[in-house]
């Protein structure tokens, strides 16, 4: 991490609590410490040397994430980059996706057999605002169907980021493309948009941010 960078994130790292004993620990190595382990995909243990001892890293990865902090930063992040692109900080859209994935067995994990990829695995649903920032990421065995994937998402998504974006008397509404057929016409999926909700997929196209809903991609309208 460079040193522009922490200089944005260093505030919103938590402060050492009051009391017992005093923190030793540089927060700018424990992150750099995750971040390796993160983009790398590697063991906790298999940390170099020159990073903090893993159980200590690890410890703070836990809390962080068991406390809200990294979501926290994600949220500010996100916000701070679209008021920087002349938007509002909380989306007024968002496009919807999935992946399945095939796995192996585990012992902990859930898979299940997509039938549309011919797949056994688990499948990924990601919410990204018009920009393509992450809102929200949910992972689920293969056969959850995908607008079971969407209310998931949905679900899943912060409280206070949803009733922000939807004070007032708009309410959700998912626009699913049920054409479901790969060389289909934008104008076909607008068509079955269209049937599904006119009045969403017309307040989607009004946003100016989306033109028309591709092939199996979905518009969250709030």
């Given amino acids: ?4 960078q922490w200089c944005i994130i260093q505030d919103l790292v938590p402060k050492a609590k009051s009391g017992g004993r005093p923190r030793s620990l540089e927060m700018r190595l424990v992150i750099n410490a995750i971040l390796y382990v993160v983009v ?3 063991q906790w243990r298999m940390l170099p040397k020159e990073y903090p001892n893993w159980q200590s890293v690890y410890y703070y990865f836990r809390i962080w994430r068991d406390d809200g902090t990294w979501q926290r930063i994600h949220d500010t992040l996100r916000a701070e980059v679209r008021r920087r692109q002349g938007r509002h900080k909380h989306p007024t859209a968002a496009c919807l996706d999935s992946q399945t994935v095939k796995t192996g067995v585990t012992p902990a994990g859930v898979r299940g057999f997509d039938g549309g990829k011919l797949t056994t ?3 990924r ?3 990204v ?3 393509g920032f992450l809102l929200a990421v949910v992972v689920t065995a293969a056969c959850v169907q995908d607008r079971d994937g969407a209310a998931c998402c949905f679900r899943s998504w912060p409280v206070s980021a949803r009733s922000s974006v939807s004070s007032g008397s708009m309410v ?3 626009v699913r493309c049920s054409t479901g057929l790969p060389n289909a016409s934008p104008s076909a999926c607008s068509r079955s948009c269209a049937r599904m909700g006119r009045k969403a997929l017309s307040s989607c196209l009004a946003a100016g941010s989306l033109n028309e809903p591709s092939p ?3 518009c969250i309208v709030v």
């Fill in 40 to 42: 790398g995909g590697i």
């Fill in 121 to 123: 695995g688990r499948k």
């Fill in 125 to 127: 649903h990601i919410l």
């Fill in 129 to 131: 605002d018009t920009c």
């Fill in 216 to 218: 199996g991609w979905a």
């Fill in 172 to 174: 959700p509404i998912a």
């Fill in 1 to 4: 991490m460079s040193d522009s």
